[in-house]
Structure formats: structure tokens, C-alpha cells
């Protein structure tokens, strides 16, 4: 006899939510966001020359704000400071731990060394306690010449290069913790942590170029079509990579057919029918893959290349955001019991419900707000900055 829609008593609630959502959400924009910058700081690519700096102030709200979902799901987040003063090799979260504290500590030090010009020269300027504490950021050293300038360049060629690892094992080390849950064959999958970390490129990367075009519109960027034709090739790239991943993903359970393949089939017929294939693949990534593909295939013009790409980049982020969910939510879906179905229906003013989930989303924003009172989103002025500190130039028309 085959026993249907039969869970266990203790196995009725789904125990990672929409906070466990967010996070990987916020910090695939990070990554992606970091990504735009190390390819101009640390690979020469001159075309992202107008967004390089605006993608490191974007990257460091949206880090600074990664862990507030987690804090906010546990049950007594002063806790987390245990991690860092009781260590233990062994904890997944404890790992996390270290790996956030040593991207953040290489972000800020990206952004200090870049700044540190500009901040000399408002320093000089200033007056009272903004001097003071002007001086005090930068170590009370305001000196600036060609030589250190140059040496700054150079330090920040150097953080890049070790960020970029750091960066990459941060944005899918939560795809490492999925795939390594065997108990879960929706998410044990060698795969994962490679669909993690391109899917949170490709929402950084639409992130920011929907903040090019808007600021761009209004005058705060230098417009550039070789700038925004270079976001869009990327774009279109890591959506390719992207829609090869989950490809290998779908067709490595098929192929295997493994006892857990009745479930998976199951769920992504019943449950995930519609938010999956509807939602996710057709109305997210499948738009967003025909007006990328349409932008270069069409050579459209520079009007209708921005508005392609607005939008598209809009269906990118609403697809990364539907994949968390599908994986998160979705994997907790079925029972123990492999042939049962759990329920959830997020309430507005629960804990983890979804007004939280829109506070926590929205956060980053404010941040980046705020930073980009303090810190010019306006690039360097054109030089030879790139050869100075070593590293080649590249140039997507």
C-alpha cells in the first residue's frame, strides 16, 4: 500500500523562512556588485571606469546589511558574537562568521584607499570638529603626492585581488550549506553552491545597472554607452551561465533517478508548479534572457539598448528573488516522510513574515543613501591610473 499526503506530527512547519530568503538575496547583490569593481580595479576593463566606485559603495551597504536577516531568525542574536570569541572549525555558521569579517575588512579597505585622496583634500579644507574627525579617518596622515598616490593604486590592486576569492566563497558559501545537506535532495547538489553564487552575480549586475541608468538619467553619472554595453554583455554572460546551471542541475536528477527523484518530480509539479516554471523560468529568466539576447542580436540603438536593459534587469532581480524562495522555501516543502507536503503562507507582522522581510530588503538602500552623501558616486578623472598600479586594460565596445 502507498501512503499519500502523510507527514509526520513533529515535521508540519517549515523552519527556514523568509529571513533565510533574504540573506542570500542581499548578499548576491554584494557580490555582484563587487564584481563590477574588481573588473575595473583589478583586470583594467576602462569601460567600467563611470560605475567603478558606485559599485563599491553598493557592495558595502548591501554587506553591511547581509547578516540582519540571520540575526533577526535566530532566537537570541547577542549570541552571535560567541562565533568570534568561541571558535569551533567545525561550525558552518561559525565559518560564516569569518569568512563576512575578512571580505568586509578587505571591502573597507578597497574603499579607504580609494578614497583617501579626496578625503586629504576636504580634510584641508575643513574646519573644527569635521577637520578632527576628517583627520582621525585617515589615521591623522594627510600626506599626498604622486608617489603615494600611486602606492594607494597599487594597495588597492592587491585588496582586489584577494577579495575576489573571499567574495566568491562568501556569496556561495550559503549554496555550500544547501548542497551539503544530504538529508535534502532538492538541495544536495554539487551544483549549488555554483547556482548560488552566478545567480547573486546576475542580480548585482541588474542591480547596478539600473542604478547607472537612473543616476545617468539625472546627471550624478557620466553617461557612457561603452560603460552600459559592457554591463549588458555581462549581464547576458552570467544569465547564459546561469541557465546552463540549473540545466546540469534538473538534468542530473533526471538522469540519475535516485529514490529521491519521485519527490523532487512531485514537488516541482505540484507545489512548485507555478512559481518555479511560471515565475522563475518562464516570467524571470526567460524575458530577461530574450531582451538581453535581443539587445545585441537586434543592434538596437543606445535609447532602446537602456530601456532594454532596465528592463530586463528588472525581470533579473525578481527571477534571483523567485530562486531563493523555490530553493529555500521550496526544498522544506515535503515531509520527511517523502511522500507528504508541508504548507506556508507568510504572515505581514510575524517575526520573519514579510513586512520584515521588505524592511530588511529595502535597508541596504538606506545605507547606500547615506554613504553616497559622504562619498562621491563620481569616478576618478580619466588617467593613466590603471598602468600605475600594473594591471591591464580591457575595453568592451
Same mark, same amino acid.
Given at each position: 500500500?502507498?501512503?499519500?499526503?502523510?507527514?509526520?506530527?513533529?515535521?508540519?512547519?517549515?523552519?527556514?523562512?523568509?529571513?533565510?530568503?533574504?540573506?542570500?538575496?542581499?548578499?548576491?547583490?554584494?557580490?555582484?556588485?563587487?564584481?563590477?569593481?574588481?573588473?575595473?580595479?583589478?583586470?583594467?576593463?576602462?569601460?567600467?571606469?563611470?560605475?567603478?566606485?558606485?559599485?563599491?559603495?553598493?557592495?558595502?551597504?548591501?554587506?553591511?546589511?547581509?547578516?540582519?536577516?540571520?540575526?533577526?531568525?535566530?532566537?537570541?542574536?547577542?549570541?552571535?558574537?560567541?562565533?568570534?570569541?568561541?571558535?569551533?572549525?567545525?561550525?558552518?555558521?561559525?565559518?560564516?562568521?569569518?569568512?563576512?569579517?575578512?571580505? *568586509?575588512?578587505?571591502?573597507? *579597505?578597497?574603499?579607504?584607499?580609494?578614497?583617501?585622496?579626496?578625503?586629504?583634500?576636504?580634510?584641508?579644507? $575643513?574646519?573644527?570638529?569635521?577637520?578632527?574627525?576628517?583627520?582621525?579617518?585617515?589615521?591623522?596622515?594627510?600626506?599626498?603626492?604622486?608617489?603615494?598616490?600611486?602606492?594607494?593604486?597599487?594597495?588597492?590592486?592587491?585588496?582586489?585581488?584577494?577579495?575576489?576569492?573571499?567574495?566568491?566563497?562568501?556569496?556561495?558559501?550559503?549554496?555550500?550549506?544547501?548542497?551539503?545537506?544530504?538529508?535534502?535532495?532538492?538541495?544536495?547538489?554539487?551544483?549549488?553552491?555554483?547556482?548560488?553564487?552566478?545567480? =547573486? #552575480?546576475?542580480?548585482?549586475?541588474?542591480?547596478?545597472?539600473?542604478?547607472?541608468?537612473?543616476? =545617468?538619467?539625472?546627471?550624478?553619472?557620466?553617461?557612457?554607452?561603452?560603460?552600459?554595453?559592457?554591463?549588458? $554583455?555581462?549581464?547576458?554572460?552570467?544569465?547564459?551561465?546561469?541557465?546552463?546551471?540549473?540545466?546540469?542541475?534538473?538534468?542530473?536528477?533526471?538522469?540519475?533517478?535516485?529514490?529521491?527523484?519521485?519527490?523532487?518530480?512531485?514537488?516541482?509539479?505540484?507545489?512548485?508548479?507555478?512559481?518555479?516554471?511560471?515565475?522563475?523560468?518562464?516570467?524571470?529568466?526567460?524575458?530577461?534572457?530574450?531582451?538581453?539576447?535581443?539587445?545585441?542580436?537586434?543592434?538596437?540603438?543606445?535609447?532602446?539598448?537602456?530601456?532594454?536593459? $532596465?528592463?530586463? @534587469?528588472?525581470? #533579473?532581480?525578481?527571477?534571483?528573488?523567485?530562486?531563493?524562495?523555490?530553493?529555500?522555501?521550496?526544498?522544506?516543502?515535503?515531509?520527511?516522510?517523502?511522500?507528504?507536503?508541508?504548507?506556508?503562507?507568510?504572515?505581514?507582522?510575524?517575526?520573519?513574515?514579510?513586512?520584515?522581510?521588505?524592511?530588511?530588503?529595502?535597508?541596504?538602500?538606506?545605507?547606500?543613501?547615506?554613504?553616497?552623501?559622504?562619498?562621491?558616486?563620481?569616478?576618478?578623472?580619466?588617467?593613466?591610473?590603471?598602468? @600605475?598600479?600594473?594591471?591591464?586594460?580591457?575595453?568592451?565596445?
Amino acid at each position: 500500500m502507498i501512503y499519500t499526503e502523510f507527514s509526520f506530527p513533529n515535521d508540519s512547519h517549515i523552519i527556514w523562512s523568509l529571513m533565510i530568503v533574504t540573506y542570500p538575496y542581499i548578499s548576491g547583490i554584494m557580490a555582484g556588485a563587487f564584481s563590477i569593481a574588481a573588473l575595473y580595479y583589478g583586470f583594467g576593463m576602462s569601460s567600467l571606469r563611470p560605475v567603478s566606485r558606485f559599485s563599491l559603495l553598493v557592495s558595502f551597504s548591501f554587506l553591511s546589511c547581509a547578516t540582519l536577516p540571520l540575526l533577526n531568525h535566530l532566537g537570541h542574536p547577542e549570541r552571535a558574537f560567541n562565533v568570534m570569541i568561541m571558535p569551533n572549525h567545525r561550525s558552518a555558521i561559525g565559518g560564516f562568521g569569518y569568512i563576512y569579517m575578512v571580505f *568586509l575588512t578587505i571591502l573597507v *579597505l578597497i574603499i579607504w584607499f580609494s578614497y583617501r585622496d579626496e578625503v586629504i583634500r576636504a580634510a584641508n579644507a $575643513a574646519t573644527g570638529l569635521k577637520k578632527r574627525i576628517l583627520e582621525a579617518s585617515l589615521l591623522w596622515n594627510l600626506n599626498s603626492d604622486s608617489q603615494t598616490q600611486a602606492v594607494d593604486r597599487i594597495v588597492v590592486f592587491y585588496l582586489v585581488a584577494f577579495g575576489i576569492p573571499s567574495m566568491a566563497v562568501l556569496s556561495g558559501y550559503v549554496g555550500f550549506l544547501f548542497g551539503s545537506l544530504k538529508s535534502n535532495p532538492w538541495w544536495s547538489t554539487p551544483v549549488m553552491p555554483f547556482v548560488f553564487f552566478v545567480s =547573486g #552575480i546576475m542580480s548585482g549586475l541588474a542591480l547596478v545597472t539600473l542604478f547607472y541608468l537612473y543616476l =545617468g538619467w539625472f546627471g550624478h553619472l557620466e553617461k557612457s554607452p561603452a560603460c552600459l554595453r559592457t554591463l549588458g $554583455a555581462l549581464l547576458w554572460f552570467s544569465t547564459v551561465l546561469y541557465i546552463v546551471l540549473e540545466a546540469v542541475e534538473l538534468l542530473y536528477f533526471y538522469y540519475e533517478s535516485s529514490d529521491a527523484w519521485f519527490v523532487i518530480s512531485t514537488l516541482l509539479l505540484t507545489k512548485l508548479k507555478y512559481s518555479f516554471f511560471f515565475l522563475q523560468l518562464g516570467i524571470g529568466l526567460g524575458v530577461a534572457f530574450v531582451l538581453l539576447s535581443a539587445m545585441f542580436a537586434l543592434r538596437v540603438d543606445e535609447t532602446t539598448f537602456a530601456k532594454l536593459a $532596465a528592463v530586463a @534587469s528588472v525581470y #533579473i532581480l525578481f527571477e534571483v528573488w523567485m530562486m531563493r524562495w523555490n530553493i529555500v522555501v521550496g526544498g522544506q516543502l515535503f515531509s520527511k516522510s517523502y511522500v507528504g507536503f508541508r504548507e506556508y503562507h507568510p504572515q505581514w507582522l510575524d517575526q520573519e513574515g514579510i513586512l520584515a522581510a521588505i524592511v530588511f530588503t529595502l535597508l541596504p538602500f538606506l545605507v547606500l543613501y547615506i554613504v553616497t552623501r559622504l562619498l562621491s558616486v563620481h569616478p576618478l578623472p580619466e588617467e593613466d591610473e590603471m598602468e @600605475s598600479a600594473g594591471s591591464p586594460r580591457v575595453v568592451i565596445e
